[in-house]
Nanobody
């Protein structure tokens, strides 16, 4: 019943910007923490950002602080990840995930996942 669909990925040059969307259906967005994770070639999936249920507190991995911004629009049941000053090391498949609890950097604690969207940062 729960469904998440990512969109907005693509190819961008270093220093460029991209906005990812995570559209939720089958549940009320405000009841869930929504996390963004990414997996680069040859690497483990890592937490990037998270927005809390109810109060909307935000969290960021050190590698993206100051460059990425997470937000949500409850009316549209959508969470966004605005990415600025992109670097080649940001290249990865980006996933959004939902958890009916507090934010966490651990992928194993999230119950629902989207299919992922590819972000490639290259000249």
């Amino acid at each position: 019943q729960l469904q998440l669909v990512e969109s907005g990925g693509g190819l961008v040059q270093p220093g460029g910007s991209l906005r990812l969307s995570c559209a939720a259906s089958g549940f009320t967005l405000d009841y869930y923490a929504i996390g963004w994770f990414r997996q680069a070639p040859g690497k483990e999936r890592e937490g990037v950002s998270c927005i809390s249920r109810y109060d909307g507190s935000t969290y960021y991995a050190d590698s993206v602080k100051g460059r990425f911004t997470i937000s949500r629009d409850n009316a549209k049941n959508t969470v966004y990840l605005q990415m600025y000053s992109l670097k080649p090391e940001d290249t990865a498949v980006y996933y959004c995930a939902a958890r009916g609890h507090v934010c966490s950097a651990s992928r194993t604690l999230f119950t629902s996942w989207g299919q992922g969207t590819q972000v490639t940062v290259s000249s």
